[in-house]
């Protein structure tokens, strides 16, 4: 059975630090790329950071760049979204997918999504005090 999983959700006070993890069963991740996206309450879906699966490119969205960092551990078929200096307004449910199109542009598959291959079921973050 395929699936991707998120872990690492939870409630954070402004300034924390959260890591994210997207963990794959039933499939390996080296040929895909992987991207993390959320949804807020009333908010359309944003593509918050993408990366490549070769590794070689990343995408951020504004609202994140300098605090956030997507990494992956192909070993452990797993790709994190470490999070830093959090803020109210990243309160949202978190969700990975998987792209195994060969998309060349991390940017491509944050903004247009256009193969999406697999989705995760999400996990929280909520930052509040």
């Known amino acids: 059975q395929v699936n991707l999983v998120e872990s690492g959700g939870g409630l954070v006070q402004p300034g924390g630090s959260l890591r994210l993890s997207c963990a794959a069963s039933?499939?390996?991740?080296?040929?895909?790329?992987i991207g993390w996206f959320r949804q807020a309450p009333g908010k359309e879906r944003e593509g918050v950071s993408c990366?490549?699966?070769?590794?070689?490119?990343?995408y951020y969205a504004d609202s994140v760049k300098g605090r956030f960092t997507i990494s992956r551990d192909n070993a452990k078929n797993t790709v994190y979204l470490q999070m830093n200096s959090l803020e109210p307004e990243d309160t949202a449910v978190y969700y990975c997918a998987a792209d195994g199109s060969g998309i060349a542009h991390a940017q491509t598959m944050c903004i247009m999504y256009p193969n999406i291959d697999y989705w995760g079921q999400g996990t929280q973050v909520t930052v509040s005090s």
């Open positions: 990366i490549t699966s070769s590794g070689g490119n990343t």
């Open positions: 039933g499939f390996t991740l080296d040929y895909y790329a």
